[in-house]
């Protein structure tokens, strides 16, 4: 069987360097808020090019913690709209319910799955604060054209860069293309902790010290609370695995890259719908996401032919249980999507014969009549 993803592989060759790292915060004995977190925010810092990393514990709390800044700064209140595409994760959306905020759901477009730009501004209204563009799949939103609505009616843009590690546009990297940027380091991600792990990335001074403290209690000072804070923080040996691994996230891409081109040259079956790619270095594919029709015919195809492939995802947020008040609102462009989209094998976990062998069946397929 072709995995899908073979987390096992993947971390095995930083093996001793994970022992070594988990020797070091032992020995130690300091394990939060030391120096592998602190070695980490600079080194993510440095990588993405902001001023600013602060670690939490999780790319959720990341979303939240930058929606709760902006209150503590007088930028949003409980009320404010955000803009969020109709087709993301249920986190994005969850993070803007936790802050007491409205998600405003806008379509995506049918090639890249990214928030369809041409509908933003009809979304917007007195009560909008903000644009959370979300860099699906890995590859990176028009943010030239997402900051310049924002500027134009004064919001706050919030990249969800939690499947963007490391994506470059006009030589910018995800995390920098925004006021502020969350990420998660789910161990399935382009950069993956060994457990729960996220960040937020920002050049802006003052909301970084309010997240600063609202992460740890809303303290800065041990036992002064400035803020009603959060328990959410990066611990020590997630840090320390976390900037072994950042060493080698940009190679790590470019295989995933390179896998992804023999993909999109390689697949010729007409009953395949291929992603659209805005452009090579911006797109770092944390997924490689298809569309056809009687997905689960096909899933179940490759299923049987030895490949492993997994639906993301296959509930539209409108249609979750969470928000049956929703039920009744229609977003066609999301609803197909979501009804045909299906991730095949990408990662560097993947070798030439098994990523030869996905294109083979794949082409070979042919739907029952």
């Given at each position: ?43 993510f ?17 990341a ?12 930028i949003?209140?409980?009320?404010s ?13 969850l ?12 379509e ?12 933003i501004?009809?979304?917007?209204t ?36 939690a ?25 399935g ?15 802006d ?13 809303g ?7 400035l ?6 923080r990066?611990?020590?040996l ?17 295989t ?11 697949i ?12 090579p ?5 944390h ?17 049987q032919?030895g ?22 609102l ?22 030439n ?6 294109i ?10």
């Amino acid at each position: 069987m072709i995995k899908f993803l073979d987390l096992q592989k993947i971390n095995l060759q930083y093996k001793e360097d994970f022992l070594n790292a988990t020797e070091s915060v032992i020995d130690s004995g300091w394990f939060i808020m030391g120096a592998q977190l602190k070695r980490f925010e600079d080194d993510f810092a440095g990588f993405c090019g902001v001023k600013h990393c602060i670690g939490v514990a999780n790319g959720l709390d990341a979303l939240i913690l930058i929606l709760e800044g902006y209150k503590e700064l007088g930028i949003m209140k409980n009320g404010s709209e955000i803009i969020v595409p109709s087709n993301t994760y249920i986190a994005t959306i969850l993070a803007i319910y936790k802050a007491r905020m409205i998600p405003v759901l806008v379509e995506p477009s049918f090639g890249d799955y990214l928030i369809d730009v041409t509908k933003i501004e009809e979304k917007i209204t007195a009560k909008t604060a903000g644009i959370l563009p979300v860099h699906l799949y890995g590859q990176l939103c028009d943010m030239k054209s997402i900051n310049a609505i924002a500027a134009k009616y004064k919001l706050k843009v919030i990249e969800d860069s939690a499947q963007s590690h490391g994506a470059l546009q006009d030589g910018i990297r995800s995390g920098a293309l925004g006021d502020a940027s969350g990420f998660s380091f789910y161990p399935g991600k382009n950069l993956g902790a060994l457990g729960d792990a996220g960040a937020v990335t920002t050049n802006d001074d003052k909301l970084a010290n309010a997240i600063k403290a609202l992460r740890n209690y809303g303290s800065h000072i041990k036992y002064q609370n400035l803020y009603k804070g959060y328990n959410s923080r990066l611990d020590e040996l997630q840090a320390a695995f976390l900037s072994v691994k950042l060493k080698k996230l940009d190679e790590d891409n470019a295989t995933r890259q390179k896998i992804a081109q023999a993909y999109l040259e390689g697949i010729t079956n007409a009953a395949v719908q291929l992603p659209a790619v805005n452009s090579p270095e911006g797109h770092v594919w944390h997924l490689f996401v298809i569309r056809i029709d009687n997905r689960d015919q096909f899933q179940e195809y490759l299923q049987q032919n030895g490949i492993q492939t997994v639906i993301h995802y296959p509930i539209p947020p409108h249609h979750q249980p969470a928000y049956k008040e929703w039920r009744a609102l229609s977003f066609p462009v999301s609803e197909k999507i979501h009804k045909e989209v299906l991730s095949i094998p990408i990662g560097p976990h993947l070798s030439n014969e098994e990523m030869e062998y996905v294109i083979k069946m794949i082409n070979l397929y042919q739907a029952d009549k």
